[in-house]
């Protein structure tokens, strides 16, 4: 056969100039690794699968967790009870021979790493590295140190971010990883920095260091903040980080400028240690740019994995119409063109899909021509998961008005959380008292990925009522309109940049309290979602199509991805190369 001219050319992988690093606390891996609590761990997993589907040169580094975060359970009012999640890494991963050594307090604690091997669409490999102390070698408490994802106290917290840090930049090493950008997801992970300082250091004295050498260490970091509120950022006392880090590091810290109000601050650190930092939307940006008036920090916006979110009926519908979005996800750019029929069909079969997971878990059956909201997420109490019952009245007339409404709520809260238990415990008090033939509303225990993939796939409009400024970015809207899934919701995080009133969703106006915030989500409700839900079914398709349209197309991974990859981890001038490294560069696809 004769060979056709214009074969189409394929990169082995991205060009060769080493690896990146991931670094991060939490990631979703697989649904049945309980490594994750909720949108921070998503998000990391959501990346890597986008890194491995572009052929993205990229390793990651998290701990274990061998008891996972918690299974949630809730009682009849509400009351929340946790069980660990164990779980065994050999049943997923393969045990790496190598070792190596962190100090924690006066001890030397020996980490060993699981791989996972996480396979892109194509067949490209990103390897995860799961942290683990338990091993012989260690004290009976070193060896549950990689056991509880944000369990124990502050001690635990900082023991466990060596691990991470200064372990996972060991291990790195002792694998033989050729990586020239390290990638800390959250400040989580800042002490690798330390890490890679000592390794510059060549084992002299740990006070001994220069600009230079810190200099060194920043042309390969790169960090991204997630956390709005100062009150988010990881601290440590300087008694805390003298016990457990040593007085020799404490004061190098102290002299980096990495601590403020007496407090060692890893968003700080991170950020001194970094060549490139960003937060996680525009808004989340420039709200971290104020909060760090002396660092450049730039927006990346964040997105989800389209494939792991996407509902299979409506997977099945783009497949038949764009099969492009899969390879790249900009081309659902043109499901504004799907047939409204097929749109409604497709919607339909994921919101059955969810009425009979609810029916399963609850035994209550709830109506799928009824109009159903969404509400899911950790039980943070800036998140305000109760703002839609402010006003029962009013609710249960927007119901009569509707010919019935239905809401689904899931959500954990963080086990030490007292006020975000007692929020759960408020939600399904009220729900009992209101539910009605009219309004139904519903609670469901252990909120995790797969009731998230349902949930945000099923119902009919995604609801988040976050309060400003709170949140950095929120993703959850992001998996309702890769579905099709309008978003009323506050405009906060993605949701300024995601709203097109009335096009792909609606907005909750900013209010001075929670009682007119609330206000105006019953006015939304009241005066543009309830009739057009009644009006006609090829209208609210329509809605759903320049949903997935605008939002689908941005708000994913595949775009984020690309996006760290140009412009935080290979910026085109940036890069010193070697002359080898400039060779492999010339075939570069990005650089024409
Ligand atoms: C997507 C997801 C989150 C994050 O949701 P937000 O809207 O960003 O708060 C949390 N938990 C689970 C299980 C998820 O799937």
Redesign the pocket.
Known sequence: MQEVSNKPFSYESFPTCGTVAYFSMEI?INPGMPT????LG??AGDTLRSAADLGVPLVAFTLVHRKGYFQQHLNAVGEQSEDTQPWNPSDFCTEEAARVTVGIEDRVVTVRAWRYDLEGRCGHIVPIYLLDTDLDENSGWDRGLTDHLYGGDTNYRLQQEIVLGMGGARMASALGLHVNVYHMNEGHAALLTQALLESELGGGPLEGFTEVDVEQVRRKCVFTTHTPVPAGHDRFSTEQTIRILGSARTARLEKLGCFQDGLLNMTLLALRFSRYANGVAMQHGKVSREMFPQYQVDSITNG?HAPTWIAEPVRQMLDDHIPAWRRDNLYLRNAIELPEKDVLYAHARAKEALLTEVASRTGLVLNPRVLTLGF???AATY?RANLLFLDPDRLLKIAEQAGGLQIIYA?KAHPQDVPGKALIRSVIETASKLSSDMLRVVYLEN???D???QL?AGVDVWI?TPRRPY?A?????M?AALNGIPSLSILDGWWIEGCIEGVTGWAIEDGESDAEEAGSLYHKLESAVVPLYLEAPEKWARLMRTTLAFNGSYFNTNRMVKQYTRNAYYPVKLVERTPVEEAAFAGDPFEA
């Open positions: 979703a994750y609590s909720g949108g998503v998000l989800v899911a997420r950790r998140k959500g909120y995790a990925w009731l998230g993939a945000t988040n949140e970015s929120g993703t959850s809207g998996k």
